[in-house]
C-alpha cells in the first residue's frame, strides 16, 4: 500500500506497521464524513446501553410486528382509546426471563381500557368477548408462557396487542398489562 495514503507504511515488503499518526491526520482533514458516523455510534450507544427512551417524536419500526415503517409520536395526548397505537417502556414480570426487554420501548396497540373484561378459554384470549388472540404455549426459545389471567382491567392499565401473531404482548403474564407511567406517548403512523 501507498504510504502517502496515511494508513499504513511498509519496513518490510513482508510487514505493515499501522500508522497512528497517519490516520489522525487522516481524519482531521476528513472529518465532515466521521463527524456523522460517530455521533451514530453515539447515539446507539447511548439507546443500548444507558437510556432505550426515544428522545426524538421520529420513530422507525423495522420489525415486521406493526404494518407502519415511520411513525410521529405524540406525547401528553391524553388516555389512550381502542384502536390507538402506543409506545411504551417495557416493565412487565418477563423482564427477569428476558433482561435485554428492561425498559426498551415497544409499539402495541390498545385493545382494552380500565374497566374492560379480559377472560381466557382454552388459550383464546378476549377482551369483552372479542377474540384478540391466542396465546401461544412456548416462546422462540422454547420457554413456556402463561396466558393473562381473567380479571377486569384495573384503572390506569391498558391490554396492549402486536399485529403479528407472535406479538410478546398482554395475552401473556410474562408481559402483562401495561401501566398508564409506562406509556410513552400515542404513535400516529406515517407509512
Request: hydrophobic fraction near 40%; include cysteine.
Amino acid at each position: 500500500m501507498n504510504a502517502s495514503a496515511g494508513l499504513y507504511t511498509e519496513t518490510t515488503p513482508r510487514r505493515r506497521i499501522f500508522d497512528l499518526p497517519g490516520l489522525l491526520a487522516h481524519s482531521r482533514q476528513r472529518w465532515y464524513l466521521y463527524a456523522p458516523i460517530l455521533a451514530v455510534w453515539v447515539l446507539a450507544y447511548v439507546r443500548l446501553f444507558v437510556d432505550p427512551t426515544p428522545r426524538l417524536p421520529l420513530l422507525f419500526n423495522w420489525s415486521p410486528s406493526l404494518p407502519y415503517h415511520v411513525a410521529w409520536m405524540q406525547r401528553g395526548g391524553g388516555p389512550p382509546r381502542h384502536g390507538d397505537l402506543i409506545v411504551f417502556r417495557f416493565d412487565g414480570p418477563g423482564q427477569m426471563r428476558y433482561p435485554g426487554l428492561r425498559g426498551q420501548p415497544l409499539f402495541k396497540r390498545v385493545c382494552g381500557l380500565p374497566g374492560d373484561v379480559v377472560t381466557v378459554r382454552d388459550r383464546l384470549v378476549q377482551v369483552n368477548g372479542n377474540a384478540v388472540g391466542l396465546a401461544k404455549t412456548h416462546a422462540f426459545d422454547r420457554r413456556p408462557l402463561t396466558p393473562i389471567p381473567p380479571q377486569v382491567i384495573a384503572a390506569d392499565h391498558y391490554f396492549v396487542q402486536g399485529m403479528a401473531a407472535d406479538s410478546f404482548d398482554s395475552r401473556y403474564s410474562e408481559s402483562g398489562l401495561v401501566r398508564s407511567e409506562q406509556m410513552l406517548g400515542i404513535v400516529v403512523p406515517l407509512f
